[in-house]
């Protein structure tokens, strides 16, 4: 088990890395995002035009405007997604009908939607990136023990016999 001061008391229990960030299939998260840059940039896009929608109200064109950006906005993050992650937003994210312009809410609603899974995404990565970290120490550490002749501990350790002596250092 894990815990990190600064990550609002979220536990991470894994014995090691793969457990942690592998998906069902075997998938790691951090794989499943093919161009993490674009898909940054997608989201702080959507986030801001999702407080545009919140802070005034919308004519007709800006509706139709804003239905066209948010349809191009997955059809882009698809593009930058792994196709497991794909699936599972085309499912999540329902279309606007051509015949019809959407509302104010109807607009605040798909966005809020599609801001919510990104940030979990963005919260998964960060989850699975965390733990590969704490992996790797944990691995460092234990490289480092067993680098050790024996007899020999890590200095600030005790040693194996009662007194203390000097030893040979390289």
Request: aromatic content about 2%; overall charge negative.
């Amino acid at each position: 088990m894990t815990i990190n001061p600064d990550d609002d008391n979220i536990e991470i229990l894994a014995s090691t890395a793969d457990e942690t960030d592998a998906d069902a299939d075997g998938k790691s998260l951090t794989d499943l995002v093919e161009q993490p840059a674009k898909v940054m940039r997608i989201g702080t896009m959507i986030k801001q035009l999702l407080e545009e929608v919140r802070a005034a109200p919308l004519d007709d064109a800006s509706r139709n405007r804003l239905r066209d950006i948010h349809r191009t906005s997955i059809s882009e993050l698809e593009d930058g997604l792994a196709p497991e992650l794909r699936e599972e937003l085309e499912r999540l994210t329902l279309p606007f009908t051509e015949d019809s312009v959407p509302s104010d809410a109807e607009l605040r609603i798909a966005q809020a939607q599609l801001v919510g899974w990104l940030e979990g995404l963005f919260h998964g990565i960060q989850t699975a990136l965390f733990a590969q970290q704490m992996a790797a120490r944990a691995q460092l550490e234990q490289m480092r023990q067993g680098a050790l002749p024996p007899g020999l501990q890590v200095p600030g350790g005790q040693r194996g016999g009662s007194h203390p002596g000097t030893g040979q250092y390289l």
